[in-house]
């Protein structure tokens, strides 16, 4: 088991930014690629982020490109999304997830990803 707690989700205007945490134990960091997925009512569960444990690439949705930055924090041990400039149609339940491996891999399958948080509630409301 790989367990992943999320936090840091809440309400933001347009164009403001909130910090998300994924906490997890012991050297999962050193064995599992972590990765941010979202779904929002009525839509599928789609890939926004995921960073790999072998060599700390970073991979990123077109939709969030240059506004969200996935990086991994070590002496905490979390995984953190930072995300800034934040639109309405960032709007969703954000979950992290871990495939069984290192690295991130060619898709956002929601299937490759084995193990899940409990997901935080992101909304982007004026």
Do not use: H
Not at 8 to 25: E, F, H, I, K, N
Not at 60 to 83: C, E, H, I, P, W
Not at 91 to 109: D, I, K, L, N
């Amino acid at each position: 088991q790989v367990p992943l707690v999320e936090s840091g989700g809440g309400l933001v205007q347009p164009g403001g930014s909130l910090r998300l945490s994924c906490a997890v134990s012991g050297r999962t960091l050193d064995y599992y690629a972590i990765a941010w997925f979202r779904q929002a009512p009525g839509k599928e569960r789609e890939g926004v982020s995921c960073i790999s444990a072998t060599d700390d690439k970073t991979y990123y949705a077109d939709s969030v490109k240059g506004r969200f930055t996935v990086s991994q924090d070590y002496a905490g041990n979390t995984v953190v999304l930072q995300m800034n400039s934040l639109k309405p149609e960032d709007t969703a339940v954000y979950y992290c997830a871990a495939p069984a491996r290192s690295f991130c891999g060619t898709t956002w399958s929601v299937d490759s990803y084995t193990y899940w948080g409990q997901g935080t509630q992101v909304t982007v409301s004026s």
